[in-house]
T-cell receptor, first 110, second 116 residues
Framework: RKEVEQDPGPFNVPEGATVAFNCTYSNSASQSFFWYRQDCRKEPKLLMS???SGNEDGRFTAQLNRASQYISLLIRDSKLSDSATYLC???????????FGRGTSLIVHP | DTGVSQNPRHKITKRGQNVTFRCDPI?????LYWYRQTLGQGPEFLTYFQNEAQLEKSRLLSDRFSAERPKGSFSTLEIQRTEQGDSAMYLC??????????????FGSGTRLTVV
């Protein structure tokens, strides 16, 4: 089993739709969780850190479920500009080494 | 520019040649990471420095790969006797001890290596 697993998609949604991605992780000792966004042929950029209590930033909501070992990202009112690959990142338990999922591709169409 | 800087942006080399990439992290960050990314995959961990100490190396990092971070500032990644399978984007990231949980990791623009 991979350390961090994501559905690669693509998720193809119309503008204005709500879309959700999940990411599962295998190491129960993991402490830090992030969602990164990566545009084609660009570097990953931090979208959100994911806290135990969940957090929201505008149209984006991230949640952590430690019992089931997954994190989620919800995007409301999708924009064309949200089209990108969303990478789930989990620190290995006891270290500061981030492990990336393969990413979920989102395509928002008019 | 206070971001992570990587050079060169692109490198085309013949199989068997040696290549070296450079990463300049954010100055106050003491952790530095190297990753490799191929098309359709997430970044794969290669190695990690805290200050000048190389604390972990992935099994992916064969004997042909070596990384250094002299004086705990910039880092270099060298690949000797390149193979076509080394073609990938090589990403460098940095973070601070105290800020990681909130600010995550900052990536450079990467070096795209093509081995012909």
């Amino acid at each position: 089993r991979k350390e961090v697993e994501q559905d690669p998609g693509p998720f193809n949604v119309p503008e204005g739709a709500t879309v959700a991605f999940n990411c599962t992780y295998s190491n129960s000792a993991s402490q830090s969780f992030f969602w990164y966004r990566q545009d084609c042929r660009k570097e990953p950029k931090l979208l959100m850190s994911v806290y135990s209590s969940g957090n929201e930033d505008g149209r984006f909501t991230a949640q952590l479920n430690r019992a089931s070992q997954y994190i989620s990202l919800l995007i409301r009112d999708s924009k064309l500009s949200d089209s990108a690959t969303y990478l789930c990142v989990v620190n290995r338990g006891g270290s500061y080494i981030p492990t990336f999922g393969r990413g979920t591709s989102l395509i928002v169409h008019p | 520019d206070t971001g992570v800087s990587q050079n060169p942006r692109h490198k085309i080399t013949k199989r068997g040649q040696n290549v070296t990439f450079r990463c300049d992290p954010i100055s106050e960050h003491n952790r530095l990471y190297w990753y490799r990314q191929t098309l359709g995959q997430g970044p794969e961990f290669l190695t990690y420095f805290q200050n000048e100490a190389q604390l972990e190396k992935s099994r992916l990092l064969s004997d042909r790969f070596s990384a250094e971070r002299p004086k705990g500032s910039f880092s270099t990644l060298e690949i000797q006797r390149t193979e076509q399978g080394d073609s990938a984007m090589y990403l460098c990231a940095s973070s601070s001890v105290t800020g990681t949980d909130y600010y995550g990791y900052t990536f450079g623009s990467g070096t795209r290596l093509t081995v012909v």
